[in-house]
């Protein structure tokens, strides 16, 4: 099942927030481009619920296995984008830190998360979904051109305040 997020699921948002971290560390392969201590930690889950935009993914035991955040803030790089689908900025509702346990992978989750991201965002009247991920970040850049989203450039970042950072850009017509 995948909901907003209640209160007592933020130390385990977290936890795969380090979960994948460790992950990065342990196999040397780094495509999220996050910083431990810096993005996403504890306070990044908290302010995501406090402004009622987390969603997770809980199994039927009730462990949370995924997290994302949907709202409608384009990053202020968006605006260099080559978006082909017209949209004011109140019908553009926007996918950030989509998150799958790494014990949970490869398991169709996170196409669940983006199905669900949609839904969601069709729901709230919302015309067009956006979201980025570092251009070295394969998994999601194999992932949102299968689920029929569309390459919208590469814009150049100052990734959360610590690290220059290139991000593709991807956009689908809901």
Same mark, same amino acid.
């Given at each position: ?10 130390? &385990? ?5 380090? &979960? ?20 996403? *930690?504890? @306070?990044?889950?908290? #302010? ?32 260099? #984008? ?32 983006? &199905? =669900? ?9 919302? *015309?067009?979904?956006?979201? @980025?991920?570092?251009? @070295? ?6 992932? =949102? ?6 390459? &919208? ?22």
């Amino acid at each position: 099942m995948i909901r907003l997020a209640a209160e007592q699921n933020l130390p &385990a948002v977290a936890a795969i927030y380090e &979960a994948i971290l460790d992950q990065e560390d342990a196999t040397g392969i780094r495509y999220t481009g996050w910083k431990r201590g810096a993005y996403p *930690t504890a @306070d990044t889950a908290r #302010g995501i619920f406090e402004a009622g935009t987390l969603y997770v993914g809980v199994d039927e035991d009730g462990v949370v296995w995924g997290s994302m955040n949907l709202n409608g803030c384009q990053l202020p790089e968006y605006k260099n #984008g080559n978006w082909s689908i017209p949209a004011e900025d109140s019908q553009v509702a926007v996918i950030h830190t989509l998150t799958i346990h790494p014990a949970r992978a490869g398991q169709g989750l996170a196409r669940q998360m983006v &199905a =669900y991201a949609e839904e969601t965002a069709r729901s709230q009247g919302k *015309t067009v979904l956006r979201l @980025d991920t570092g251009v @070295d970040n394969n998994p999601t850049n194999h992932l =949102y051109p299968a689920l029929g989203y569309r390459f &919208a450039g590469v814009v150049d970042t100052f990734f959360m305040g610590y690290a220059k950072r290139p991000l593709n850009l991807y956009e689908k017509k809901l």
